[in-house]
């Protein structure tokens, strides 16, 4: 565990929320159970398996001295995250604000994004962020888009929080459907886009394989994001409905229309989904994989998050 306390003995959160330790690469040796993020003012300190009371004080004392010589109040979060089980976190130390808002990335001519967490509330906290490049993919493309046409339209799959909506609107996007079967994530989304000021998302609390002919009807789309689950049962299981998913990508996007697919499966490689659109949806370009961000590194970088980016040929 030497590599999470030399990381707490030399970090300096920045202004925006991000990774500052991924033991989940298997790069540290001893600590491959272990995350530690950074959501301005706190920090998470996520665990995939049980931290005994002795280790939890020698963190608290080593983040507690580090920020002491930092000269900054300490607030951090324990999740608890063991195999089989409901997460269970708690507030180790410090307040949260409630609402509790970052922000991620540069800002632009519209000003900065800013996105809603919500850290005590469940496993996931309102914001992926090994997501963070395929984020910034979207406003670039977004706003290279509008340089060249009058509108750009985008479909988000899988939406979650929405916050690649935020990011697509914020650069720019005419209009994004975001479409995700819990009605409580997409309300945090309608929150997240609000607070930014954002106009032009609608937002459809539906089963995704159920509304083919609506989303059809509503598009076509330059943009289609697919972000699911890798295994949620009763929801998507990324193995055997995926190549439902690809199949339909052809008949959304328009003509030149670009399809970014997310795979954040261990299990599954890059390889699977390039077969799986190749298989079902041949019209579909393969351009290339995005980075991730270079703290999310991975020993084996197919057991990391897969982001592909494919163009609907014309």
């Known amino acids: 565990m030497q590599a999470l306390f030399d990381c707490i003995a030399q970090l ?36 995939f398996t049980p931290l005994d009371a002795a280790v939890l004080e020698r963190i608290d004392h080593a983040l507690q001295t580090r920020y002491a010589a930092l000269g900054l109040p300490l607030t951090w979060v324990y999740q608890e995250r063991s195999a089989g089980q409901s997460a269970c976190t708690q507030l180790m130390r410090g307040d949260l604000p409630e ?7 540069e800002s632009t001519a519209e000003g900065t994004a800013h996105y809603r967490v919500r850290l005590l509330h469940g496993q996931n906290h309102g914001l992926f962020l090994d997501m963070a490049a395929g984020r910034q993919w979207v406003g670039e493309h977004i706003a290279q888009l509008r340089q060249q046409q009058a509108s750009a339209r985008v479909l988000n799959l899988f939406a979650y929080s929405c916050a690649f909506s935020v990011a697509a609107l914020h650069a720019g996007a005419s209009e994004v459907i975001n479409i995700d079967m819990a009605s ?12 930014n000021g954002l106009a032009g998302a609608k937002f459809f609390a539906h089963d995704i394989f159920n509304s083919w002919g609506k989303l059809k009807r509503l598009g076509p789309y330059d943009l289609v994001i697919a ?19 690809v199949r339909r990508l052809p008949e959304l996007l328009a003509p030149g229309g670009h399809a970014l697919l997310c795979l954040n499966a261990p299990e599954l490689s890059s390889l699977f989904l390039r077969d799986v ?3 079902h949806a041949p019209s579909l370009r393969f351009i290339r994989r995005l980075p991730n961000p270079p703290v999310f590194a991975d020993r084996d970088e197919e057991r990391s998050l897969k982001v592909l980016l494919y163009c609907q040929q014309a």
């Open 184 to 195: 409580a994530a997409l309300a945090l989304g309608r929150e997240n886009h609000q607070h």
């Open 277 to 279: 659109v190749a298989e």
């Open 227 to 245: 972000d699911p689950p890798s295994y949620q049962k009763g929801s998507f299981v990324a193995r055997k409905d995926y190549a439902r998913l």
């Open 12 to 47: 300096t959160p920045g202004p925006d929320a991000a990774r500052l330790f991924h033991g989940r690469g298997g790069r540290y040796p001893g600590c491959e159970q272990l995350s530690l993020d950074s959501y301005p003012p706190a920090l998470v300190l996520t665990s």
């Open 99 to 105: 609402p509790h808002w970052v922000t991620e990335g």
